[in-house]
């Protein structure tokens, strides 16, 4: 079964420390890896798009990385914000466009 | 200039009775999907528009969804006699086209929150 599982469900910091979120899946045939932050109220919006010949990628203060052979991926945020506060979802493409969601990680920033 | 936008933001219903929500996409985008988020839940497809294309309406619950892509531009969601179990946000979102190229990425609107009571 394609399946996308996060972890863990939610998660408080101080802001300024790192994190890091995890994904694993069982989904195939893979295309490709996306994070997605969703603020509440919000549509989710992609901070990195991977494929599966690629180990790592960055977006500012958000690093991802995939290993395929293991298929796990991470989201490592560096020095939170307040506003990095909000749901980031894994998600997995089967095929060219139906993606497979994880429940998500539900992170809390605190001052 | 947009990005995607639905309508209502916000519907509450009674138990039974037949409610339409409304997606539209960025402009130019061929590529349309709809999918569901369960309170503590992760995203479910429900169905995808592809240009003139047969839908890929596998994820559809049960014969009481259905949804049309009028012109290749709007679509609507009709959930009909609804339950409560269909309490959700609703979420639309559009792509240029498909494929795993990030030129394809799915933009998503804010949602509409479906209430049944």
């Known amino acids: 079964k394609n399946q996308v599982e996060q972890s863990p469900q939610s998660l408080i910091i101080l802001e300024g420390k790192n994190c890091t979120l995890q994904c694993n899946y069982t989904v195939s045939p893979f295309s490709n890896l996306r994070w997605y932050k969703q603020d509440t109220g919000r549509g989710p919006v992609s901070l990195t798009i991977m494929t599966f010949s690629e180990n790592t990628k960055s977006n500012g203060r958000y690093t991802a990385t995939l290993d395929a052979d293991t298929k796990q991926s991470s989201l490592h945020i560096t020095a939170s914000q307040l506003s990095d506060s909000a749901s980031y979802i894994c998600?997995?493409?089967?095929?060219?466009?139906?993606?497979?969601f994880g429940s998500g990680t539900r992170l809390l920033v605190r001052p | 200039g947009a990005g995607v936008s639905q309508s209502p933001s916000n519907k509450v219903t009674e138990k039974g009775k037949d409610v339409e929500l409304r997606c539209d996409p960025i402009?130019?985008?061929?590529?349309l999907y709809w999918y569901r988020q369960s309170l503590g839940q992760g995203l479910e497809f429900l169905i995808y528009?592809?240009?003139?294309?047969?839908?890929?309406k596998s994820g559809l619950p049960s014969d009481r969804f259905s949804a049309e892509r009028t012109g290749g531009s709007v679509s609507t969601l009709t959930i009909q006699r609804t339950q409560q179990e269909d309490s959700a946000v609703y979420l639309c979102?559009?792509?240029?086209?498909?494929?795993?190229?990030?030129?394809?990425?799915?933009?998503f609107g804010p949602g509409t929150r479906l209430t049944v009571l």
């Open positions: 998600v997995v493409i089967h095929r060219d466009y139906k993606l497979i």
């Open positions: 402009s130019g985008h061929t590529a």
């Open positions: 979102a559009s792509s240029l086209g498909t494929g795993s190229s990030s030129y394809n990425e799915q933009f």
């Open positions: 528009f592809q240009g003139n294309s047969a839908p890929d």
